[in-house]
C-alpha cells in the first residue's frame, strides 16, 4: 500500500520558520516527481513546490519564491519543503504528493497524495 506520510506543520508567528517533511513508501517511486501543495480556506488547492526525480530541476508558485525550499533524498523517497519568512497568507493545509513525471504531478493524474496537515501563521 502507498504511502505519503508527512510531519512537522503546526502554528507559527508572522515571519516565522517551519520545516515539512514527507516520506513516500509502499512501491518504488523511480522516475516519479514530488511536491507540495497548498489549500487555504475557501480556495481551491494549488501547486506550491516541485521537484523532479533527479531534483535537478525545481519549481515554485510566484508567492513563495525566495521563501520556501524544496529538496529530496531519492534513496529514502522523502521531500522535504523549508518555509522561512510565513506570512499568514500562507495558512492553509499542506499536502504532500508524489506523481509519474512533472506533468501528471501537476495534472493529478496517477498522483499519490498524503493526508494533509495545517500550517497556521498568525499575525
Known amino acids: 500500500q502507498v504511502q505519503l506520510v508527512e510531519s512537522g506543520g503546526g502554528l507559527v508567528r508572522d515571519g516565522g520558520s517551519l520545516r515539512r517533511e514527507c516520506a513516500a513508501s509502499?512501491?518504488?517511486?523511480?522516475?516519479?516527481?514530488m511536491g507540495w501543495f497548498r489549500q487555504a480556506p475557501g480556495k481551491e488547492r494549488e501547486e506550491v513546490a516541485l521537484?523532479?526525480?533527479?531534483?535537478?530541476?525545481?519549481y515554485y508558485t510566484d508567492s513563495v519564491k525566495g521563501r520556501f525550499t524544496i529538496s529530496r533524498d531519492k534513496a529514502k523517497s522523502t521531500v522535504s519543503l523549508q518555509m522561512n519568512s510565513l506570512k499568514p497568507e500562507d495558512t492553509a493545509v499542506y499536502y504532500c504528493?508524489?506523481?509519474?513525471?512533472?506533468?501528471?504531478?501537476?495534472?493529478?493524474?496517477?498522483?499519490?497524495w498524503g493526508k494533509g496537515t495545517l500550517v497556521t501563521v498568525s499575525s
Open positions: 509502499g512501491r518504488t517511486f523511480d522516475g516519479y516527481a
Open positions: 521537484i523532479t526525480w533527479s531534483g535537478g530541476s525545481t
Open positions: 504528493a508524489a506523481g509519474d513525471g512533472l506533468y501528471n504531478l501537476r495534472k493529478g493524474v496517477g498522483t499519490y
